[in-house]
């Protein structure tokens, strides 16, 4: 399963915008980064490739504008977006466990959108698995789920 990540990097000169932050109701997250901001969003499954959508920088741009005084852009020209893949699984749960038929190979992958908020989760995973440990609350998340 792709899942496509996009975010647009547009100019603001602006005080403003010092901090991240997540505007909650369009779910968009902005950062300031390298003298523009950087405006993220958009988790879509079923992505056919890493293209970035114009469509969609306009909208982030759109929908963060209406949180901000000063204009993003200011010749309305949106700038070139970026996408990117996130690993998931299609039931959205991680993979965490060892691999089948490959013995001592351990993953810990499939976390979406929440790499970084369950990496404390997934490192005393890894170190109970690597252990010799079979931790019973991993079970869900075992690799051999999809196993044929």
């Known amino acids: 399963m792709r899942v496509l990540w996009t975010h647009t990097e547009a100019s603001y ?8 932050a997540v505007r909650c109701e369009p779910k968009i997250g902005t950062s300031p980064y390298v003298g ?13 490739d890493g293209a970035a959508s114009e ?9 963060t504008q209406a ?3 000063e204009p993003i852009v200011a010749d309305g020209a949106i700038p070139e977006g970026w996408a990117g893949f996130r690993p998931a699984t299609p039931d959205s749960l991680p993979l965490l466990g060892p691999v089948p038929g490959a013995p001592g190979v351990l993953v810990a992958t499939g976390h979406g959108m ?11 995973a890894v170190a109970a698995l690597a252990r ?15 196993a044929r």
């Open 13 to 20: 000169n602006g005080e403003l915008v010092r901090f991240p």
């Open 36 to 48: 523009a901001l950087r405006i993220a969003g958009f988790f879509e499954l079923g992505a056919r």
């Open 55 to 63: 469509l969609r920088s306009r909208q982030l741009v759109e929908e």
């Open 67 to 69: 949180y901000l005084r």
């Open 114 to 124: 929440l790499g970084v908020t369950l990496a404390p989760a997934t490192g005393v």
């Open 132 to 146: 010799g440990e079979r931790p019973g609350w991993l079970a869900p998340l075992d690799p051999a789920r999809f």
